[in-house]
């Protein structure tokens, strides 16, 4: 499907019906703008655990949860550097 809308002098642009209704997206909801090769990527934002992290709306629970604990594991380290352990 392939649609256009203009950009305003805001530099807010519509998302077509159809794809919100596709997409399942309802104001309030975030998308994350994307700069790639091909071009600009619009994406819905999707949370897990209350927390911003992108995958891919395909990804098990079980690899959403390890990347979870991933980040939380960077982050703890991250920390103990700046910061010096508790």
């Known amino acids: 499907m392939s649609k256009s809308t203009r950009i305003t ?3 807010q642009a519509t998302i077509p019906k159809e794809l919100r209704d596709k997409y399942d997206l309802e104001p309030g909801d975030e ?3 994307l700069d790639t090769e091909e071009g600009i990527v619009v994406r819905k934002r999707t949370r897990t655990a ?3 992290m ?3 709306d395909d990804t ?3 690899k959403r949860e390890e990347v979870a604990e991933e980040l939380d594991r960077r982050i ?3 920390r103990d550097r700046n910061y ?3």
């Open 9 to 11: 002098e805001k530099g």
């Open 31 to 33: 998308v994350v703008w």
């Open 50 to 52: 209350g927390r911003g």
């Open 54 to 56: 992108l995958l891919p």
């Open 60 to 62: 098990s629970a079980e």
């Open 76 to 78: 703890r380290e991250r």
């Open 84 to 86: 010096g352990e508790a």
